[in-house]
């Protein structure tokens, strides 16, 4: 099993920024594929960027948020965090943290954080 837990999020305005941090434990193996995700009410939720937890090289965003978000990994606090500049309102939503590892079928997701963004 696999615990996460998100914090950080807020209410900012346009253009601020934010750290997300998700908080993981358990039986995590380094080749978990950690993840943010994004929903809006009506909405699918949407992938917003991972990283390998065993490797740091493989971070990965969305198009609709590169240059602007960016994940890492904090191996002293055992944290996958997501830095958010320059927000928009339309990033506005609740933020989900993910560890999958696809070739055990194993999926776990975290409560959320929300994150509002005023313009």
């Known amino acids: 099993q696999v615990q996460l837990v998100e914090s950080g999020g807020g209410l900012v305005q346009a253009g601020g920024s934010l750290r997300l941090s998700c908080a993981a434990s358990g039986h995590i193996l380094p080749n978990y594929l950690m993840g943010w995700y994004r929903q809006t009410p009506g909405k699918d939720r949407e992938f917003v960027a991972s990283i390998i937890w065993g490797d740091e090289s493989t971070p990965y965003v969305t198009n609709s948020v590169r240059g602007r978000f960016t994940i890492s990994r904090d191996n002293a606090k055992n944290t996958v965090d997501l830095q958010m500049n320059s927000l928009k309102p339309e990033d506005t939503a609740d933020y989900y943290c993910?560890?999958?590892?696809?070739?055990?079928?194993?999926?776990?997701w975290g409560r959320g954080t929300q994150v509002t963004v005023s313009s």
């Open positions: 993910n560890a999958r590892l696809v070739s055990a079928g194993l999926n776990f």
